[in-house]
């Protein structure tokens, strides 16, 4: 999925491991995008809402690190939903798919019951 070998090495780690662990206990296995338009579908990948690779830096509150490590940055989709949205994402300018990015992480937040990030 990616080739930043910084990603990579985020994605090797046993805080990954649990993050998703949190992520799938939250979404009980199921694609969180059918769940949320009354579709029951086992869920396969782990998406990050607001790209880790877009992140400027490592470390910091927007840092590669937060943004890989915050489950409520993450979905869990079924490849379909996960194709649809990769799809959504490129196929506009840059700063639209910023701005909807940003929008859809918001709207997430909210549907997760506005609870911000704790890790
Ligand atoms: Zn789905
Ligand atoms: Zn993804």
Redesign the pocket.
């Known amino acids: 999925?990616s080739r930043d070998p910084r990603y990579q090495k985020l994605l090797n780690s046993k805080r990954w491991q649990e993050v998703k662990a949190i992520v799938w206990r939250r979404a009980e296995g199921l694609c969180e995008r059918c769940k949320a338009e009354g579709r029951l579908t086992p869920a396969v990948?782990?998406?990050?809402i607001l790209?880790v690779e877009g992140a400027k830096t490592i470390d910091g509150p927007d840092g590669m690190e937060a943004r890989c490590y915050n489950p409520n940055n993450c979905?869990l989709?079924c490849v379909p939903c996960?194709i649809k949205?990769?799809a959504e994402?490129r196929s506009h300018t840059k700063a639209e798919v910023k701005a909807n990015r940003q929008r859809a992480f918001e709207r997430w937040i909210e549907h997760l019951g506005g609870k911000t990030p704790t890790e």
Not at 45 to 48: Q, W
């Open positions: 999925m990948d782990c998406h990050h790209p979905q989709l996960h949205t990769h994402m």
